[in-house]
């Protein structure tokens, strides 16, 4: 199927859920997710977006921006997860843990405020990936509209260029949880570390990028494009230098390059 028939299924599924709450994270996708809902249902559709130490407090900003200037309705919350023992456990169905309580929350949510459905931005590239939090969401009856509208990551870019949205070419995100390997406790000075590692490479220019905790060492996973840069003595001994700062002992840069979900590697549903 082709991107037009893909964006007419879409816009009817959308129709049919007649109102909306929808998880807004400021990604690529949940963005498209928005804004299309909102032309389509206009006062009918509410974003809210959970926040914690698990997310970048510059991702809450630039959801808010977002949701400003679409004119849609935004709310923030505080994410539960981390006063859960068993989620900050960091075993390997702590998304599911995660999602869940969230989802819970947003549907108590989407009931006092009248709306008949919650939607997550799910899409089908999504399903080749490690993802309990699916099962969370199916098992709550959250919809996934782009997912079932067949829409996968590339063809979600190309539409959110097309509807000028600037999160068209956005890297991927992922909440901090999953730069910590499973079985390592999720607290906040180690997300607070991966956090300000990352800040470090995004200000030497590096767009998708990652800083996996081990302990005291901070793998570095950037482009395989970008990784000759790390040849340039005086940009690698700052970088290096600004992570001991932080906290870590050695600093590494992985050769195989920025992998998506690098820590479910071994990881079986």
């Known amino acids: ?13 959308i129709t049919e859920l007649r109102s909306v709450l929808i998880a807004f994270s400021g990604g690529v996708d949940s963005t498209l997710l928005l804004k299309i809902s909102h032309d ?5 559709v509410v974003a809210v977006t959970a926040t914690s130490a698990l997310q970048p407090a510059q991702e809450k900003e630039a959801a808010m921006e977002l949701a400003g200037a ?17 989620f900050v456990r960091n075993d390997s169905d702590r998304c599911y843990r995660c999602k869940r309580f969230l989802f819970q929350d947003l549907l108590v949510m989407a009931d006092e405020m009248g709306l008949a459905h919650v939607a997550h931005g799910a899409n089908v590239d999504d399903l080749t990936d490690y993802r309990p ?4 969401a199916e098992e709550l009856g959250i919809v996934a509209p782009l997912l079932e509208a067949g829409l996968g990551k590339k063809e979600i870019r190309r539409l959110s260029r097309q509807l000028e949205l600037s ?10 949880a999953s730069r910590i390997p499973y079985g390592t406790r999720l607290i906040g000075k180690r997300l607070e570390m991966v956090d300000a590692a990352e800040k470090v490479l995004h200000k030497e220019g590096f767009r998708s990028c990652r800083v ?15 990784i000759p840069r790390f040849q340039e003595d005086v940009l690698r001994r700052n970088i290096v230098e600004k992570i001991k700062k932080i906290g870590f002992s050695f600093v590494t840069v992985d050769l195989s390059g920025y992998v998506q ?4 590697q071994g990881i079986e549903e």
């Open 133 to 136: 939090g699916f099962r969370a």
């Open 212 to 226: 996996r905790y081990h302990d005291t060492i901070a793998r570095i996973e950037v482009s395989e494009l970008d």
């Open 70 to 86: 679409m004119g849609v309705q935004h709310v923030t919350i505080q994410a539960r997860a981390l006063e859960d023992t068993e």
């Open 1 to 13: 199927m082709t991107l037009a028939p893909k964006k007419t299924a879409l816009i009817a599924r």
């Open 261 to 264: 979900g690098s820590m479910n």
């Open 167 to 176: 999160t068209w070419d956005k890297p991927a995100m992922a909440c901090l």
């Open 40 to 44: 389509v249902l206009k006062d009918r």
